[in-house]
């Protein structure tokens, strides 16, 4: 099609695609380079029982920390990791760093805190993404129980085989699944009932404008109905005020994450805040 519109259009966009083919390759070399010379970090982000502030888990998110300090952040690199295959050991990466953390945090009496890992759909790929991910558990010495894994509804459309024994994998050896970004899949609700799934997180594009947007006022609550008649844990993702917090809390969502209780932070920074009395996140005075 872009032969038809004369030489000259098809020449731009060739050229457009090979520059953007060319940074793809530049960046995942980049990436690669980074992986190996341990430039990415693990930072944590507190999910917090909103009534209290008090601390009850943290979600994993890994960062990519360039030579002069500069943070890359996920979404810069993640798409690219998942083409190339790199998503593999970064992966890996961030389950081992997150289990050894937690480790340190039970070895100082933080002992009802768990963490959250996301798990990429590339990763299903991994034949023995079970023993991957119960051998990680084991080296830090940490009980099943207090690690989570977050899967999107992408990653359940697959509805194959192997997804359906991995899910009942993890069940058996009690590490609990919770649905991400709930409600912006394009999956059907039918795997809530085919899979063991603990909790679902509201994708933060719902909470964002809450209180006074009716269809987000409408779906939030709609989503902590049906994890609540189900039996499921809810958490609301992207919680940046009292006012959402107030909302999400009356409408039976108690579990909330987010910049108004923290930013994910690098594990130091995360261990004063849960070494703070009772692990509350302080109400900020400004
Ligand atoms: P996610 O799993 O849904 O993680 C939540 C994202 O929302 C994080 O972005 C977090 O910083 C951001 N967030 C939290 N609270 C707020 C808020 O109040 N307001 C706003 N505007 N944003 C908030 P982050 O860390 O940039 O991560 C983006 C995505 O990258 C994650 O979304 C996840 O899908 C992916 N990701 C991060 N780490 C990993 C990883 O280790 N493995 C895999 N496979 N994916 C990862
Ligand atoms: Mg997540
Ligand atoms: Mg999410
Ligand atoms: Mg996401």
């Given amino acids: 099609r872009a032969k038809e519109r004369g030489r000259n259009t098809w020449h731009v966009y060739s050229q457009e695609l090979h520059d953007e083919l060319a940074d793809r390759l530049d960046l995942s070399k980049k990436l690669r380079y980074a992986i190996e010379q341990n430039k990415l970090a693990v930072f944590y982000q507190p999910q917090v029982d909103m009534t209290t502030r008090k601390i009850i888990g943290l979600e994993a998110l890994v960062r990519w920390i360039e030579d002069d300090g500069t943070i890359i952040g996920p979404d810069r690199f993640i798409p690219i990791a998942e083409d190339s295959g790199l998503i593999l050991p970064i992966s890996d990466f961030v389950l081992q760093t997150a289990c050894r953390q937690l480790a340190r945090w039970r070895d100082m009496g933080l002992n ?39 899967l999107t509804e992408q990653v359940l459309i697959e509805n194959s085989k192997s997804h359906t024994q991995f899910m009942q994998d993890m069940r058996d050896n009690g590490i609990t699944l919770a649905i991400d970004d709930f409600g912006v899949g394009y999956s059907s609700l039918s795997y809530l009932k085919h ?18 947007d009716k269809d987000d006022a409408t779906i939030t609550q709609t989503i902590v109905s049906l994890a609540r008649n189900l039996d ?55």
């Fill in 232 to 286: 499921i844990g809810i958490v609301a993702e992207g919680v940046e005020n009292q006012a959402q917090a107030d909302f999400l809390i009356e409408r039976g969502c108690t579990i909330g994450q987010g910049y108004f209780y923290s930013r994910p932070v690098p594990a130091d920074e995360a261990t004063a805040l849960l070494t703070a009395p009772n692990s509350v996140i302080p109400v900020k005075i400004s």
């Fill in 112 to 150: 009802d805190i768990r963490v959250s890992v996301n798990l990429s759909g590339r990763q299903f790929q991994v034949p023995d993404l079970t023993d991957q991910i119960l051998y990680a558990v084991r080296s830090a010495g940490i009980p099943t129980a207090f690690l989570e894994l977050e």
């Fill in 195 to 212: 899979f063991p799934i603990n909790a679902l997180k509201i994708d933060r594009s719902f909470v964002k404008d809450l209180p006074d």
